[in-house]
């Protein structure tokens, strides 16, 4: 069971594709970048190449000066046109996946029928472990590209059995060495991955509440503003506890710890897994809701926040705990996180100013 897990998801956990899909569009957008502008310069180099050869012909030249324009185009539309979109990586990887496997496909069999197709058995083991994502659809990639590859050449090379046998051969076991490769290589990649990612959530983390601290806080609320600019439909929540102070002097900064930590249990159970939220100041939290169009969802979070915080102390003295919470959305008005963070503080104070255990609506 270990092992078809490890064939269909890698060796990482279920959610990790989703939960760090912004970072893997990151690396996956660097790795694009470097194949597309590869494979611009190779097309040219072999046309350059096969001109001084006299068993290829024309057409095969203008084949490769042609893929190499192509590839041109796309590499600028990876460089500049989805530098700030890097949500459209897949898209334009499946495109290069596609016109690689076209071309090697094509110049090995229709333009040179007679001769083996060198190119595709090499591009069949590199390009499925050039993006990361389940081992399962690169394997599904490279068994498609096999497929058709044999009926091409089965049409094409008929007429020349001897390297169509040859052909049909190497594709299998080309097949078989590019499953084996992808499933051994991509879950090394994808545990290393993890393994990173780990380490990096410990810095990441307030050691107190388990939430993030404030500067990972703040980084995960710019990046994700500026990768889903300019669409982006987000509530920023910005709250602290009240007469905290009183606390911490009343019956010592150990209860005040305790009562920080009962918040972050709470926060975490009342957010989404999706949403961001941090720790960014003594008794101060900031919550980053996700994909919100109606105001009044964060409305509801905010009521219960001071439900559930009321009597989290009740086991250590007779206060009842409350917060006051500054809350402003983001409609696609371009706004910055600072911005955006401002507001809420404005918000919170308001939240303050009126009374406390309530909150506040920055109107824009």
Known sequence: MKIIYHLVNGRVSYDFYKDNREWLNETNYET???AYTFMTFFCFALAVGTSWNASFSSAIIRLFIRA????????LVVYWGIVNHKEHTRAMYYLFETFT??????SGTYYSPHDRAVFFFM??????????????ISIG?????????????????ADDPSIMNVDLMNAVVGFALSAVFIYYIRNLHLASMQATLLLKVEVQIDGLTGLLNKI???ASCQRYLEYNHPITNCVVIMLDIDDFKHINDTYGHQCGDIVLVQIGVVL???????????RIGGDEFLILMRDIENVTVAEDKAKQINVQVKNIFKEYGD?????????????NQNTTFMEMYQKADQALYQAKKDGKRQYVIYQM
């Open 32 to 34: 694009v970048k470097t």
């Open 68 to 75: 190499g324009f192509v590839y041109g185009l796309l590499t």
């Open 101 to 106: 496997f076209m071309l090697v496909i094509v």
């Open 123 to 136: 591009m069949l083991i590199v390009v499925p472990l050039l993006y990361v994502e389940r081992p399962i």
């Open 141 to 157: 990639t490279s068994a498609i590209a096999c497929v058709i590859f044999g009926f091409v050449t089965a049409v094409v090379k």
């Open 216 to 218: 990972s806080t703040q």
């Open 268 to 278: 975490k159970q009342i957010f989404r897994t999706q949403d961001i939220v941090g």
């Open 319 to 331: 206060e009842q705990i409350s917060c006051s919470i500054g809350i402003v959305q983001n409609r």
